[in-house]
């Protein structure tokens, strides 16, 4: 199988280690992970705002570059949900990005679902001996639909010890431009989230979005709390206890 890791922006800009564990435990797995370079943004900032035009090179762009792989593995619901339920939409009208978009967009997956769906595995060989308590990121629960997928391979971890956070399915009040044009209610519905946070009483809060870890992040950063954020995919990828 030809896998290629699409890292997105906010990953590669900020937390380029979320992409270096995604091919972590996937070579750990036996799979060899390509890295094309060609790629970009997907468009979904410009997309939700408004600039369908200005995201249509965007979408080209991915098709074009991911078309000959067989799988194409990102560390984000989000972009992963732009790519499956938004370029479909965006593609109508032109005939043949409509067949690119058909035929890459059922092969773009969340790491957990290439995980567990694709290649059947919830233990990577991971050991992190901490608490953690797992925040499901809107992208994630409401449109990839991954349901306990990631909670599976947390399960699967050894040593850790998996709290259930209060409100789980609750936003975080990210969402993207949402906490820039409406942040005090994004504020209000952040400060929700890390007092159920802190209320697990767990060193870690898990997502699948490092955006929204950041958000969250953010608040637990000025309310002085001792958890701290970290996308599942270094959990998998960690072999002992984290720095």
Do not use: W
Request: aromatic share 6%; hydrophobic share 40%.
């Amino acid at each position: 199988m030809r896998i290629a890791l699409f890292i997105t922006c906010v990953n590669d800009l900020m937390f380029p280690g979320t992409g270096k564990a995604v091919v972590s435990v996937l070579e750990r797995l036996g799979h060899t992970v390509d890295f094309p370079e060609a790629q970009t943004c997907c468009g979904q900032m410009h997309a939700n705002s408004g600039y369908r035009a200005e995201a249509m090179p965007m979408v080209r762009g991915f098709v074009e570059t991911f078309a000959d792989y067989d799988a194409v593995v990102a560390p984000s619901g989000s972009c992963v949900a732009m790519v499956r339920d938004s370029y479909p939409r965006l593609a109508l009208g032109d005939p043949d990005l409509e067949a690119g978009v058909a035929a890459i967009a059922p092969r773009t997956y969340e790491l957990a679902e290439l995980l567990v769906d694709v290649l059947g595995v919830t233990d990577v060989g991971a050991v992190f001996p901490h608490t953690v308590t797992y925040h499901p990121t809107c992208h994630g629960l409401r449109m990839l639909r991954l349901g306990d997928k990631p909670l599976s391979l947390l399960r699967g971890v050894q040593g850790l010890e998996l709290r259930p956070l209060e409100g789980a399915q609750e936003c975080c009040g990210f969402g993207g431009t949402f906490a820039l044009k409406n942040a005090g209610v994004s504020s209000a519905m952040l400060a929700d989230k890390c007092g159920a946070v802190e209320d697990t009483g767990a060193e870690y809060v898990v997502a699948a979005d490092n955006s929204c870890l950041m958000h969250i992040g953010g608040g637990l950063s000025r309310r002085a709390a001792t958890a701290r954020p970290i996308h599942y995919a270094e959990i998998l990828a960690s072999t002992g206890s984290a720095s």
